[in-house]
């Protein structure tokens, strides 16, 4: 009975196994879609069932202390690490988060987005901002697992 009770429970954790690296929430590196250049590590995570995104660490030497030069408003001389860069967006039925709020501190500007996993490779999130009708893609890779 016992030997069968452990079998299951680790069927069980192999089965849960992938649907765990199919998560959007965790860290991710960014990386400078003109540069390919990383930039910085944001936490993605879940808040009253919608998508949010802060700063935990800048990774562009040199930058460590930066704060938001462009930006107008309360965000005027915020530090750039521990700002909340994405805000509000929601889940679609294609799996995508879409949303209003994905600031760019460099530009002090902020677009509507879309984000979601590479099909192909889950260590890969997929971040596109819109302006009007032209936007940007980047890709950011997953930290740690």
Same mark, same amino acid.
């Given at each position: 009975?016992?030997?069968?009770? /452990?079998?299951?429970?680790?069927?069980?954790?192999? /089965?849960?196994?992938?649907?765990?690296? @199919?998560?959007?929430?965790?860290?991710?590196? #960014?990386?400078?879609?003109?540069?390919?250049?990383?930039?910085?590590?944001?936490?993605?995570?879940?808040?009253?069932? /919608?998508?949010?995104? @802060?700063?935990?660490?800048? /990774?562009? %030497?040199?930058?460590?202390?930066?704060?938001? #030069?462009?930006?107008?408003? %309360?965000? @005027?001389?915020?530090?750039?690490? =521990?700002?909340?860069?994405?805000? *509000?967006? %929601?889940?679609?039925?294609?799996?995508?988060?879409? =949303?209003?709020?994905?600031?760019?501190?460099? @530009?002090?500007?902020?677009?509507?987005?879309?984000?979601?996993?590479?099909?192909?490779?889950?260590? %890969?999130?997929?971040?596109? *901002?819109?302006?009007?009708?032209?936007?940007?893609?980047? #890709?950011?890779?997953?930290?740690?697992?």
């Amino acid at each position: 009975m016992e030997k069968s009770r /452990l079998i299951l429970y680790g069927l069980m954790v192999l /089965l849960a196994w992938p649907s765990y690296a @199919q998560n959007v929430f965790g860290t991710w590196k #960014t990386i400078d879609d003109r540069t390919g250049n990383p930039k910085a590590i944001i936490n993605i995570y879940k808040e009253d069932g /919608l998508m949010h995104g @802060q700063v935990v660490e800048i /990774l562009e %030497e040199g930058r460590e202390g930066a704060v938001c #030069t462009k930006c107008e408003g %309360e965000r @005027q001389g915020e530090p750039i690490l =521990g700002m909340k860069i994405i805000e *509000g967006l %929601e889940k679609n039925e294609k799996g995508e988060w879409k =949303g209003a709020t994905l600031f760019d501190p460099e @530009q002090a500007m902020t677009f509507r987005c879309k984000i979601w996993l590479n099909p192909e490779n889950p260590d %890969e999130l997929k971040v596109r *901002g819109y302006l009007a009708f032209m936007y940007r893609t980047q #890709t950011w890779i997953r930290v740690g697992g």
